[in-house]
């Protein structure tokens, strides 16, 4: 069975701050998915990270793929209330199906 | 373009009861999974359905059925209703190009609000 470790599972910081959220996993993945989803709503697509090593930006949020394709990070810079969510990292070992992280809950104070 | 639409958002049903949740997929994703999300398991995989065939299946009992229409469009449906089964159901279309499944991108839907009372 795969799994995948999310940290922290609870995360509350103020306006400005920076965070990182990290993903990790014993296993290796073909791709990895990062989404954001807030209450009552389905979650959102973020990012994919398809190649070790791989690093991608999405104005403040930066996603990196571990060389080694078991594990991510999602590190945000000068947090913003707007930031606030549930983020949930999401691995493909084969086909479509996702193994999902816990997720991590943001909470951004202004 | 439309996004994943899941009927009905909310749903109240009894214990022993039975149910059905639609899912309509985005235009051209031939691709449907399905979730379900409790705050004590996070979202855990029910099954996956391409070109009306179910392709995946998670640890789920029998009680958790599926299928997919020629248009794509699926539907699951969970018999004899325990509490435990409230919970989020979140419905992913994604586009397979070519037949192969590597690396397909998956795109949620709102969810349907299951309550069993």
């Known amino acids: 069975t795969q799994l995948l470790e999310q940290s922290p599972q609870f995360l509350s910081i103020q306006e400005g701050e920076n965070l990182t959220v990290y993903c990790n996993s014993s296993?290796?993945?073909?791709?990895l998915q990062w989404y954001r989803q807030e209450p009552g709503e389905g979650p959102v697509l973020l990012v994919t990270?398809?190649?070790?090593?791989e690093v991608k930006k999405l104005k403040r949020l930066t996603f990196q793929f571990g060389d080694a394709r078991k594990d991510s990070s999602l590190h945000i810079t000068a947090a913003q209330p707007g930031d606030t969510g549930l983020y949930l990292c999401?691995?493909?070992?084969?086909?479509?199906?996702?193994?999902f992280g816990e997720g991590t809950q943001l909470t951004v104070n202004p | 373009k439309a996004g994943v639409t899941q009927t009905p958002r909310y749903l109240i049903k009894t214990r022993g009861q039975q149910v059905t949740l639609s899912c309509s997929p985005i235009?051209?994703?031939?691709?449907v999974s399905w979730y379900q999300q409790t705050p004590g398991q996070g979202l855990q995989f029910l099954f996956e359905?391409?070109?009306?065939?179910?392709?995946n299946k998670g640890n789920f009992p029998g009680r958790f059925s599926g299928r997919q229409f020629s248009n794509s469009r699926s539907e699951m449906n969970v018999s004899t209703l325990e509490l435990g089964d409230s919970a989020l159901y979140l419905c992913?279309?994604?586009?397979?190009?070519?037949?192969?499944?590597?690396?397909?991108?998956?795109?949620f839907g709102q969810g349907t609000r299951l309550t069993v009372v």
């Open positions: 235009s051209g994703h031939r691709s």
């Open positions: 992913a279309s994604s586009l397979v190009t070519g037949g192969s499944f590597m690396n397909t991108e998956a795109f």
């Open positions: 999401a691995g493909a070992a084969s086909g479509s199906r996702l193994t």
């Open positions: 359905y391409f070109s009306e065939t179910q392709r």
């Open positions: 990270v398809v190649t070790g090593g």
């Open positions: 296993s290796v993945f073909s791709s």
